[in-house]
């Protein structure tokens, strides 16, 4: 079956998709693989009909193979299987339909933010932000909230990337959350976005106990800040922290080049 794949003869197409019905789940495997180097049409029925096999290996095969041999034509799949019982298989639907920019799937795709499987809430947060229209912010805010740290740091990071009304906002809401993670990432957005809002958010948490929002806040100053934001950031040149002093340091020296 390997040579088969290496070669995509098409003269044996039809003997590869008999064995789509084959009794052995591996063998059903191999021959998605291997009709995804053929592009005909019998090759696109017989994997529509295997998306539905019964071994989740299988269908995460099939979907692979579809999603090489004619994504955009095969939307309505992905969006049928993002309610399949097996992770993989939501994950990469989730994946294809962000991958083809399919902006109208976005609703179905928001019916998944309570997704028990952090690996599909994570690739969520990915294909909405890549898909980046407004309908997306609102599943990502709820992502925001997520009880994973990591898919709300990410769910921030792709909110930041979305050029909408509100967007600055949110992040401003989401620099007083609790976990200083979310919160510093949220303060770098800003900056990145530069927001007319990152300045007066970044000086608020200077004082923050927590390092990684403070570091993150002298950053945005460095970035945007101008002669008015020396006397904040002089301060800092004795602080106890050696990262404190040597992030102020190099946020002095690119304000004073602004001046």
């Not at 097996?86 to 309570?114: C, H, W, Y």
């Not at 909110?159 to 976990?179: C, H, N, P, R, T």
């Amino acid at each position: 079956m390997q040579i088969l794949v290496k070669t995509g003869d098409s003269s044996i197409e039809k003997d590869i998709v008999v064995m789509l019905d084959d009794r052995n789940a591996r063998v059903r495997q191999e021959a998605a693989r291997a009709l995804s180097v053929f592009g005909t049409t019998s090759s696109l029925e017989a994997l529509k009909k295997a998306v539905n096999d019964y071994n989740p290996n299988v269908r995460y095969t099939v979907l692979m193979a579809l999603a090489n041999l004619s994504p955009k034509e095969e939307k309505d799949l992905f969006v049928a299987t993002l309610n399949d019982i097996e992770p993989r298989v939501r994950m990469f639907s989730i994946k294809a339909l962000g991958n083809i920019d399919a902006k109208d799937t976005v609703p179905q795709l928001s019916q998944l933010v309570n997704d028990f499987d952090p690996g599909v809430r994570m690739q969520l947060v990915d294909t909405l932000g890549k898909i980046g229209t407004s309908e997306s912010v609102q599943p990502l805010v709820y992502l925001i909230n997520d009880p994973d740290t990591n898919i709300r740091i990410a769910a921030i990071s792709a909110v930041g990337k979305i050029d909408v009304a509100g967007v600055d906002d949110i992040l401003v809401q989401a620099s007083e959350s609790y976990d200083p993670r979310v919160s510093s990432r949220a303060i770098a957005k800003l900056g990145e976005r530069k927001s007319p809002k990152a300045l007066e958010v970044a000086k608020s948490k200077l004082g923050d106990e927590h390092m990684d929002v403070k570091l993150a806040s002298i950053n945005v100053i460095g970035d945007m800040g101008g002669k008015n934001e020396v006397a904040v950031l002089e301060p800092l040149l004795e602080a106890e922290s050696t990262n404190v002093r040597k992030a102020a340091g190099e946020a002095l020296d690119k304000v004073n080049s602004k001046i």
